[in-house]
């Protein structure tokens, strides 16, 4: 299933840019870029504080990128109402300078939408979601220190801010800062995850020239609709208490959200999240328990969303009014993710659910469907 997270953001990649170019036969305005990242690994576990085979900290991170990105001047809705984004795919090569960890891939899609824009000097706000593999992972043998990275596939979620100067018609040079994490979110354990901070260098060329984005058409207010989203969620889990266990736990999951839509782009509103875990009564060896309402988990949560055509990206922040093992009314949890409408109605897309928004809890993957009906 995991492959699922690729799939929805190549699905929109695709969709963005067929909407681009079969609506308007007009030109195209592509890029291909090289990013070279430097960084540091967060100290959020053992592992990476140096309880390693090594015996000493995950400190140096680097990678190289290649990516291929898109920004046309406005042929699109909604290309105007994120200012003349930029988008795309890349594929990133990794190395953390550690037998233990190994050195990965990441393919994923690429979003930069622009925060302000000088006569050469751009700013923008970069989001990049997609897979990982080719990890050394987890082995109770071979690789028994490595508790950050339990599985050979996690997903790539980064997060930046990026300058881009214009050095001619043809080629950009770009610097920034960005946020990367890294986990499988609870699927196989351990699963502690890597949490990242670097810094990018990215030279960028243009093979037809840039888009004329400053004198772009502006977004009207296009009709605007509150939605009530109905979601079925499944996902399978090994528990946090019996990380080095091979048990596997399914979660089932019913919410409802409310979203009011404020702006052309933004949502949110309150829902309601019910989820039956089966891990959750297991015994204190991590064998599986009695099954009843105990297993049954509710949470309260505000939602926030964000719609690039036919892709929303979602968070939101919950507590869990009803837990066994949290107690009522003291655990927090998050929720973060993407899904594809392929209809006004039906959808399907994949969150990470989390506690203490370092800790993944599981992969919902889900299928939605949502009642729509115009803001008074």
Known sequence: ??????????????????????????????????????GTALPTNPFVKGDNLAGKPISIFQSLALRVL????????????????????????????????????????????PIKRWKKLELYSEFQFGTAWGWNKYDSITNPKNIAIGGGMTVHLDVGLKAVYALNRNLDLAAGLSFNHFSNGGFERPNRGLNLVSSVLELK???????????????????????????LGYGDHQIVEHELDTNYFAIGGISAIYLMQHTNAFKSGPGIDFNFWWGMTAHEDGSPGPVGWDNL????????????????????????????????FNQFYQRLGVRYHFTDHISMGVNVRSINFILAEFLEFHLGYRFLWPKG
């Open 297 to 328: 988990s509710i949470g309260t949560i505000y939602q926030v969303e964000f719609s690039i055509a036919r892709l929303s990206l979602q968070g939101g922040i919950g507590n869990y009014i009803r837990h066994r093992n949290y107690g009522n």
């Open 70 to 113: 898109w920004q046309n001047p406005g042929y699109k809705e909604w290309q105007r109402v994120y200012h003349i984004p930029y988008y795309g795919f890349g594929i990133s090569s990794m190395n953390y300078f550690s037998d233990e960890l190994g050195r990965p891939f990441s393919a994923y899609g690429v979003l930069g939408v």
């Open 1 to 38: 299933m995991k492959p699922l997270v690729l799939l929805i953001f190549c699905l929109q990649i695709l969709s963005l840019h067929s909407q681009t170019t079969a609506v308007l036969r007009t030109k195209d305005y592509p890029s291909i870029s090289m990013a070279l990242s430097t």
């Open 205 to 231: 060329y243009h093979p037809v020239g840039r888009p004329d984005s400053r004198n772009a058409p502006k977004a009207g207010r296009l009709p605007r609709k509150n939605e009530l989203f109905l979601m």
